[in-house]
């Protein structure tokens, strides 16, 4: 395989390989012949290490890009607003020396996405929640106030979850003290719940 060029960003805390394909046929490439295996670039131990991988396209329409992102298991997401900020970083960086541009409408799965890149801060107008069980996706079927909800208990942790879907799946939980828990712990346990079949 020839070398193929990427670059790594984050954005708060969630890290992304980004591949730029516009001009080439590398996201073509990649899903007729698998030219990688995003689980294996993703691999903190063995590969690049990642939450996510994505893909900048051409738009389809007049906007500025069209964003394609995998999941670390290689599964594909809808979008990631973390990851929407790092692709704009990207842009912003890469697209020309004097870029001037300040708002960047980017095409996703969930629908158009608008940022902007305003004093060095990129802000993005994420769209208005969903709460339909269905289309989060989840199997809760349970709502407090209209919004999906569950206890889930775990070792030292009980407390009533919300989903919420931004174009990809979100559990909240209300805290009085987010030092008592152990978030690296439980993040991987919530994440593979079986409530939510394509991950939160």
């Known amino acids: 395989m020839k070398n193929i060029t990427f670059e790594?960003?984050?954005?708060?805390?969630?890290?992304?390989?980004?591949?730029?394909?516009?001009?080439?046929?590398?996201?073509?490439?990649?899903?007729?012949?698998?030219?990688?295996?995003?689980?294996?670039?993703?691999?903190?131990?063995?590969?690049?290490?990642?939450?996510?991988?994505i893909f900048i396209e051409k738009p389809n329409d007049d906007n500025y890009a069209k964003m394609i992102i995998f999941n670390?298991?290689?599964?594909?997401?809808?979008?990631?607003?973390?990851?929407?900020?790092?692709?704009?970083?990207?842009?912003?960086?890469?697209?020309?020396?004097?870029?001037?541009?300040?708002?960047?409408?980017?095409?996703?799965?969930?629908?158009?996405?608008?940022?902007?890149?305003?004093?060095?801060?990129?802000?993005v107008k994420m769209g208005v929640p969903i709460l339909e069980s269905q289309n989060i996706p989840t199997t809760i079927e349970k709502k407090i106030n209209s919004i999906p909800s569950h206890e889930f208990v775990e070792k030292n942790f009980n407390n009533i979850g919300y989903a919420v879907g931004m174009g990809n799946p979100h559990l909240i939980f209300f805290l009085q003290d987010i030092e008592s828990i152990v978030l690296s712990r439980l993040g991987p346990i919530f994440e593979k719940n079986e409530l939510f079949p394509e991950k939160n």
């Open 72 to 123: 670390s298991d290689g599964s594909e997401a809808q979008m990631c607003g973390n990851g929407i900020r790092c692709l704009v970083e990207y842009l912003h960086v890469n697209d020309s020396i004097n870029n001037k541009n300040i708002e960047y409408k980017i095409e996703t799965k969930a629908g158009l996405k608008i940022a902007k890149y305003i004093n060095d801060e990129i802000t």
């Open 8 to 53: 790594k960003y984050q954005g708060n805390g969630n890290d992304f390989v980004v591949f730029d394909s516009r001009g080439n046929d590398l996201y073509k490439n990649y899903k007729s012949n698998k030219i990688f295996d995003i689980k294996k670039i993703c691999n903190r131990q063995f590969g690049i290490g990642a939450d996510g991988v």
